[in-house]
């Protein structure tokens, strides 16, 4: 698996996934019905920020990642990322590879930490993912997330220090 920059020539690989999870709604904050061009438009991330794509030796796109300052200002010294990777690649270790991708990322940038702001309680995979990264559930926002399966459940915020 390569890790290397996104562009705008991945897109059309990265959007059907991307589609899907997000009409899932089982994951991600964002509208379910979310059309392609804001998709692509909140995805693809301009420098200083980053996104990146994780792809075989075929060269096909296996997952996708964002990272990017998580506030600005006086803020703007706490990392942020965010993931997704194709329902038929998941528990392969790509999730890993682009988490410790983003990580490194942030120390060589200078963050002093990552922070996911809304992490879905029910998204376990996730968690237990992050926790053994060294990620901590900081808070969480009671009945945050309206799970289309189990109802409001919560967000969880969580952190590493770098």
Excluded at 119 to 129: P, Q, S
Aim: contains cysteine.
């Amino acid at each position: 698996m390569l890790i290397r920059e996104a562009t705008e020539k991945d897109w059309p690989s990265i959007w059907p996934f991307f589609r899907t999870i997000v009409t899932a709604g089982e994951t991600f904050t964002y509208p379910t019905d979310l059309e392609e061009d804001r998709a692509q438009g909140w995805w693809l991330l301009e420098e200083p920020n980053r996104t990146v794509v994780a792809v075989d030796d075929t060269g096909a796109v296996l997952g996708t990642a964002k990272m990017n300052r998580n506030h600005m200002g006086n803020g703007s010294h706490i990392s942020s990322a965010s993931y997704m990777v194709a329902p038929e690649h998941s528990g392969k270790g790509v999730g890993r590879a682009l988490c410790e991708h983003t990580l490194d990322w942030a120390r060589e940038a200078g963050y002093r930490a990552m922070q996911f702001n809304a992490v879905v309680e029910t998204n376990t995979n996730a968690v237990k993912l992050y926790r053994s990264l060294g990620f901590e559930i900081i808070g969480t926002l009671p009945e945050g997330f309206r799970h289309p399966e189990h109802g409001y459940v919560g967000l969880h915020i969580m952190h590493k220090s770098l």
